[in-house]
Structure formats: C-alpha cells, structure tokens
C-alpha cells in the first residue's frame, strides 16, 4: 500500500513539475514576441499536483515506518528477505521503511478438511476415510513455521502426516471393529498428529472423522447381513409372542382347573354338613321317641268312630290313660 501511495505521489509531482515548465516556457516565450500570456492557470495547476503528490508521498513513507496487526494474528518480519526471529503482536507497530516487512499470519483456531484417504482393514479390505482438523499456530514461533515451511503448510505437511497416520493405524484394525471403534481411532489420531506437528509449531486442537466408507460389495454384504438379522429379531419376536400367548392360555386353564377345585371342595364340604345336619337331627329324634310318646302318638292316630281294635294275640291292650298324658305333660318344655 505505501509503495502504492509513494508511486502516485511522485507521479503527481512529476505532472506538477512538468505543469509547471510548461507553463514557464509558454509565459517566456510569449513576452519575448510581445504577447500577453495567462499563466495563472498553469500555476494552479502545477502547485495542485506538486502539493497532491508530495502529501501522498509523505503519507507512504509514514505507512512505511508502522503496520497495524488485527487481532489473530501475528506479524512475521523480514529483513531484506531474511526471517527474523522474532514476531509483532496484534497492534499497532514500528518497523524499519524499505527494510523490513511484515507478514500476517493467523493464529485463530482454524478447521481443515482432509481428502479422501484410501487404506485397507487387517483383511485388506478397502477403507475410506474422511475428516476435518481444528488447529492453531503457536503465535510465539510462527516465524519458524513461516521460515521452514511458509504459507502453504497445510498442504505440505498436515495432509501428508494425516494421510501417513491413517494409512499406518487402520490396518491394525479388523473391518468389522472401524465403525464401532471410530472414537478410538480418532484420538489416536489427534495424538499421533500432535506430536509430528508439533516440530512445525503447529497445536493440534480436535480431529474429527466426518465419513468412513467401504468397497462396494462389502457395503452388499454388510446390508445382506442386516437384512438377515433383522429377519432373525422379526422370528423372535414372534416367538416370544406366542410364547406368551401359550402363556396366557396356560394360565386361563390354571385359573379354570383352581375354580373347579375350589367348587367341588365346596360342594363336597356343603354335602358333608348337610349328611351332618341330617345325622345329628336323626339322633336328636330318635332320642326323643320314647315309649310314652310312642304310644300317645299311636293313640292320637286313632280315629274317635273306632269301636274295634285288634291287637297281637297274647298281649294285653290296657292303658293307664291318666298316667300316660301325665307323663307326656311332663316331658313337654315349659
């Protein structure tokens, strides 16, 4: 910018000067044949570029002497083409005009995609992987990195360290094991590149596998293999479905089985007392049939039109009739 500003202010002054001879020369020229010239133009003209051009090259040569670093950055400088070991913080700074020159380089936390990597499982099947890298420069030495690598560095050396990693790391692991060990894999990974960034100054902050693919027929066999064994959850679960239901029914056959018991218990217990009740009112009146009542019943059996009673031979048919009804009153509950 300030080489910029210093070209145009010395191509105005140039114009101013040379408005200036011009109109020099036209004014001399014109009073030596006589002749009343205006010059007044011409003066304006050549003071406007000459103060124009030299306000421009004051203002680039006082660019020249500072540099304003944004925040995020550090300033890299080179002297005459040699890197300086040292850096300029984020800030205004003073430098030395024509000799040095600073370099921007960020130190924000930055994401970097990784291309496709090709590498193959324990059994040499086809892996393909993907991912992004966050890191940052270490804003102390970004003048080592700047010397040993330059701008460029994520192509020559992130890419190549990540491509080295992955290609060395997945082999140790069977193809069936990637998917389910992709954390595992990663933070190895984020080790792994750390330590072989480090050298370059480079702080490695979080990897993440955004993809990991296989060759086609192993993807056809992993979906074979799905579709199976879902088959195989479908035919337990209908298994386990009927088992419940045969469970259900068992249970319903229980139930019904207990309730039959239980009447019948109550039945056969219900008869019992009965054939109780029966007996014990058996006994109570087979104790209360006495002779007398026997007889007075016999008695009361008797029509009153009577006038003829046959009685078993050799016996005698004579009651005391007196005592008889005493005997009855007597046994009778008051």
């Known amino acids: 910018m300030s080489t910029i500003l210093f070209i145009i202010g010395g191509a105005l002054v140039a114009i101013g000067i040379s408005a200036f001879v011009v109109g020099r020369a036209q004014h001399i020229t014109a009073t030596a044949r006589g002749r009343d010239v205006?010059?007044?133009?011409?003066?304006?003209?050549w003071r406007l570029?000459?103060?124009g051009g030299a306000v421009a090259m004051f203002i680039a040569l006082v660019t020249?002497?500072?540099?304003?670093?944004?925040?995020?950055?550090?300033g890299v400088v080179t002297n005459f083409g040699r890197v300086e070991?040292?850096?300029?913080?984020?800030?205004?700074q003073v430098v030395t005009p024509i000799a040095?020159?600073?370099?921007?380089?960020?130190?924000?936390v930055q994401p970097h995609p990784f291309q496709e990597i090709d590498a193959a499982s324990k059994e040499y099947q086809i892996v393909k992987l993907t991912g992004n890298m966050n890191y940052h420069i270490d804003p102390a030495q970004a003048f080592d990195l700047y010397r040993l690598v330059g701008p460029d560095f994520a192509e020559?050396?992130?890419?190549p360290a990540f491509n080295d990693f992955i290609k060395?790391?997945?082999?140790?692991?069977?193809?069936?094991?990637?998917l389910g060990k992709r954390d595992e894999i990663r933070s190895r990974a984020k080790q792994a590149l750390g330590d072989n960034l480090a050298r370059y100054h480079l702080i490695v902050d979080d990897i993440y596998i955004s993809n990991i693919a296989f060759s086609p027929e192993y993807g056809a066999a992993i979906e074979q293999k799905q579709v199976a064994q879902q088959q195989v959850e479908t035919e337990r679960e209908i298994l386990a479905q009927k088992q419940i239901q045969a469970q259900q029914r068992v249970a319903e056959a229980q139930g019904a089985a207990d309730a039959n018991v239980v009447t019948a218990k109550g039945e056969a217990t219900?008869?019992?007392?009965?054939?109780?009740?029966?007996?014990?009112?058996?006994?109570?009146?087979a104790e209360s049939l006495t002779d007398p009542v026997l007889i007075y019943t016999y008695i009361q059996k008797l029509t009153d039109k009577l006038q003829v009673v046959v009685v078993p031979g050799g016996q005698q048919f004579l009651f005391d009739l007196k005592g008889l009804l005493t005997n009855l009153q007597e046994q009778q509950p008051k």
């Open 168 to 178: 060395e790391v997945v082999p140790t692991y069977a193809i069936g094991e990637i």
């Open 100 to 108: 040095e020159q600073v370099v921007l380089i960020d130190v924000r």
């Open 85 to 92: 070991e040292r850096t300029l913080p984020a800030g205004l």
């Open 38 to 45: 205006e010059t007044a133009p011409f003066a304006a003209a």
């Open 64 to 74: 020249t002497f500072v540099v304003v670093i944004p925040a995020g950055h550090v």
């Open 270 to 285: 219900a008869t019992v007392e009965r054939a109780n009740g029966q007996a014990e009112a058996n006994r109570q009146l």
């Open 49 to 51: 570029f000459v103060i």
């Open 156 to 159: 020559k050396v992130i890419d």
